[in-house]
């Protein structure tokens, strides 16, 4: 089979951090080479398995530093590019959102730019339900490729800007394109800034899960390993210029989640504090997934066993999340919720 060479953009972050594994391991006659800004959001001791192999390269920089990137693709000349690098978190894009601007918007546009200057046979950027807004708390209603997008926060915004540049470098100058949005990611390597990780953490040293508003909001929770396959599956098999929404029907109210994994691990719901709601909370996401099981996906883990194996993961995997939580995000813990305990 021929060579090809991948980049995956925000490799060294939680979703795009499995991906980089997932096809380094899967594809060794693929180049995957792992483009990253290392933000906080990102580290490569998660690739201490894959890094002496072959297949594998890493290089750091700005997705919105122009004159790096078109040297980078002019010298690499890749054959698909899976876009994840971004700010992807919603809270942090209520204190500072100018820089998702700079990284989602015009990171993307970048991006895309030197991914047309060198005619590559597939884009697939990387993106959210939270663009289509916030669904009532209705179960029969889901959100479809259809669905107008109404984002409410700065973040999801900036994701449906950067959706709207992809769409127009497809209709404007025909760069071959897919977009895929996702629900709720969970699994290893998430940071633990996000309620699944931030959960497990705390409960595991015996601190305060901060639960906003009543605890009723809802979101569907997909394993990350089973995004990534669709990923796969997208770049190789996206029908050129579709939209395809990636989600494994896996509702929860936070409450629910936060109460399963204070059970599994033995703790008291004495743990819970509820505390000041989010901004402009979205009330909940639902995804239907037909069109991307029309093209072959579908997902190997329910929420049990997906949550059952993160919850092993961030037990045998106490380095990794300890090292996160002992350095600047104590900062940025302290400012963004203000705790009991
Ligand atoms: P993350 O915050 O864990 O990782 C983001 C990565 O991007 C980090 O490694 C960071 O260093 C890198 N990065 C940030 N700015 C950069 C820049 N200017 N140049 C190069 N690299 C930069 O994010 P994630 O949760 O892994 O999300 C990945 C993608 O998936 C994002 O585009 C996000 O919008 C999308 N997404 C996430 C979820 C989810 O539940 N986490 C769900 C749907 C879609
Ligand atoms: O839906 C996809 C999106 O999912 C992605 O696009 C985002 O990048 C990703 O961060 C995630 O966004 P959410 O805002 O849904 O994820 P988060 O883990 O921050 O919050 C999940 C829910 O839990 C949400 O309703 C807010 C609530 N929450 C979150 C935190 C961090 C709390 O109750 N307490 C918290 O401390």
């Known amino acids: 089979m021929a060579r090809k060479k991948i980049l995956v953009t925000g490799g060294a972050g939680f979703i795009g951090g499995n991906f980089v594994q997932y096809m380094v391991n899967k594809y060794p006659h693929y180049d995957i080479f792992n483009l990253d800004l290392l933000t906080y959001a990102g580290d490569l001791t998660k690739h201490r398995e894959i890094e002496k192999k072959d297949n594998y390269f890493f290089v750091k920089v700005d997705i919105a530093d122009r004159e790096s990137i078109m040297s980078l693709f002019e010298k690499e000349k890749f054959d698909y590019v899976a876009h994840f690098a971004a700010e992807s978190h919603v809270d942090r894009s209520i204190t500072e959102p100018g820089i998702f601007v700079q990284t989602n918007v015009l990171g993307t546009q970048v991006l895309l730019d030197a991914a047309k200057q060198i005619n590559v046979t597939k884009f697939v950027h990387v993106s959210t339900d939270e663009v289509y807004g916030e669904l009532d708390i209705d179960p029969t ?95 190789h098999k996206g029908i050129n210029g579709e939209v395809y929404n990636v989600g494994g029907h896996n509702e929860r109210k936070n409450i629910e989640v936060v109460k399963t994994i204070i059970s599994t691990l033995g703790k008291s719901e004495d743990l819970i504090e509820f505390v000041t709601d989010r901004l402009g909370h979205d009330k909940r996401y639902a995804i239907d997934p037909t069109k991307l099981e029309k093209l072959g996906w579908k997902p190997n883990y329910t929420f049990e066993t997906g949550i059952a194996q993160t919850i092993d993961w961030y037990l045998n995997n106490k380095l990794w999340w300890e090292q996160i939580i002992n350095g600047e995000y104590q900062n940025y813990f302290k400012k963004q919720y203000s705790l009991n305990k």
């Open 141 to 235: 209603t889901f959100f479809t490729e259809e669905t107008p997008l109404q984002p409410n926060s700065p973040y999801s915004a900036s994701k449906a800007s950067s959706d709207l540049l992809v769409r127009a470098y497809h209709e404007t100058f025909g760069l071959p394109m897919n977009i895929t949005r996702c629900s709720n990611n969970y699994g290893p390597f998430h940071f633990p800034e996000k309620l699944i990780p931030l959960t497990i953490s705390r409960v595991l040293n015996d601190e305060k899960v901060p639960v906003y508003g009543d605890g009723k909001n809802i979101r569907d929770w997909l394993h990350v390993i089973d995004h990534c396959a669709a990923i796969d599956l997208v770049l």
